[in-house]
């Protein structure tokens, strides 16, 4: 069974624009949760969806939102990027909402 | 959150079991132990959980104490590319949904 797949692998951007970072589940996996890891905080979690529905936040600005599909796949975007959202964005499904989580290679988001 | 605690740092031999410990003092009885981890930016590898009983799968073995406050990861037979941050969680539930709370972890590292 194909693992969680992240895309992009790698991304640049400038200071003001957006981005979205895009998600699929391992097949059959209903929940996927984001993460942000950075050297200076470390893994941080973002916001978890289950069923197309927010179910969890983080401790993020309102520039962080994202959603789920109806085929579970997950997008996160950030908008107005600033120079501290340079950091590895990863994601993670679930079978279910209390289920072991499994990582994606996550994206990494260099912001200039 | 049930806070964790593990050695900042160990070393371990080649082909020697590693046993790295973790502090759950705060564990309520219905909070599993997870255990991951994360090879050098990649995404956190899921290695193993327990609640009350010990487990062993294909990767590693995990002792619980009786009291539940304490844990051990075990690698049975280290090798090179075992070397890793593991991270000792005990995730949160809310309204239902988990989140994991990654600390510092312990930065494992074996030697030829």
């Known amino acids: 069974k194909a693992g969680v797949t992240q895309t992009p692998r790698y991304l640049i951007k400038t200071r003001g624009q957006q981005v979205t970072l895009s998600c699929s589940p391992i097949?059959?996996?209903?929940?996927v949760s984001w993460y942000q890891q950075t050297p200076g905080q470390g893994l941080q979690f973002l916001f978890e969806?289950?069923?197309?529905?927010?179910?969890n936040k983080g401790n993020f600005p309102g520039r962080f939102s994202g959603r789920q599909f109806s085929n579970s796949r997950s997008e996160m975007n950030v908008s107005t990027l600033e120079l501290g959202d340079s950091a590895l964005y990863l994601c993670?499904?679930?079978?279910?909402?209390?289920?072991?989580?499994?990582f994606g290679p996550g994206t990494r988001l260099l912001v200039l | 959150d049930a806070k964790t605690t593990q050695p900042t740092s160990m070393d371990c031999a080649e082909g020697r079991a590693a046993n790295l410990p973790c502090n759950h003092s705060?564990?309520?009885?219905?909070?599993?132990v997870y255990w991951y981890r994360q090879i050098h930016s990649q995404g956190p590898q899921y290695i193993i959980h327990?609640?009350?009983n010990n487990e062993t799968n294909e990767m590693a073995s995990l002792i619980i104490t009786e009291d539940r406050k304490s844990s051990t990861l075990i690698l049975p037979h280290a090798t090179l590319r075992d070397t890793a941050v593991y991270y000792c969680?005990?995730?949160?539930?809310?309204?239902?949904?988990?989140?994991?709370?990654f600390g510092q972890g312990t930065r494992l590292t074996i030697n030829p």
């Open positions: 993670a499904s679930s079978l279910g909402y209390q289920e072991t989580q499994y």
């Open positions: 097949s059959g996996h209903r929940s």
């Open positions: 969806y289950f069923s197309e529905t927010q179910r």
């Open positions: 705060t564990i309520s009885g219905n909070e599993y």
């Open positions: 327990g609640l009350k």
């Open positions: 969680i005990a995730p949160s539930q809310y309204q239902g949904a988990q989140k994991l709370v």
